[in-house]
């Protein structure tokens, strides 16, 4: 089974840069049709995709984040991460990094991490 852990600073000041990382365990970043994506909560908001990275290197970004997002991933460590630049409050949420399908049928997420909570403060 499949199981995610999130790790990452809890609190950075405005401008900075956040880097995120989900080390995958029972399983591995490479293995065909897997995507595997962030998702961000904001306090009293909606779940929102922030990107994906699949299988083969490919990685996806939502159009609302492209300009500072990006998904890159370790194979060693059987990890990925995601690194946002010049944040603002706006970006303090519980942060999931999630195994994800993705094909005709709609996108779906099929194993979560427990989440963590990002701070964006001066």
């Known amino acids: 089974q499949v199981q995610l852990q999130e790790s990452g600073p809890g609190l950075v000041k405005p401008s900075q840069t956040l880097s995120l990382t989900c080390t995958v365990s029972?399983?591995?970043?490479?293995?065909?049709?897997?995507?595997w994506s962030w998702i961000r909560q904001p306090p009293g908001k909606s779940l929102e995709w922030i990107g994906a990275?699949?299988?083969?290197?490919?990685?996806y970004d939502s159009p609302s984040l492209k300009s500072s997002s990006s998904v890159s991933r370790d194979t060693s460590k059987i990890q990925f991460t995601l690194q946002l630049t010049s944040v603002t409050p706006e970006y303090t949420a519980v942060y999931y990094c999630a195994r994800t399908t993705w094909n005709a049928a709609g996108i779906y997420f099929t194993s979560w991490g427990q989440g963590t909570q990002f701070t964006v403060s001066s």
């Open positions: 029972g399983g591995s970043v490479t293995r065909n049709f897997d995507y």
């Open positions: 990275i699949d299988y083969s290197g490919s990685t």
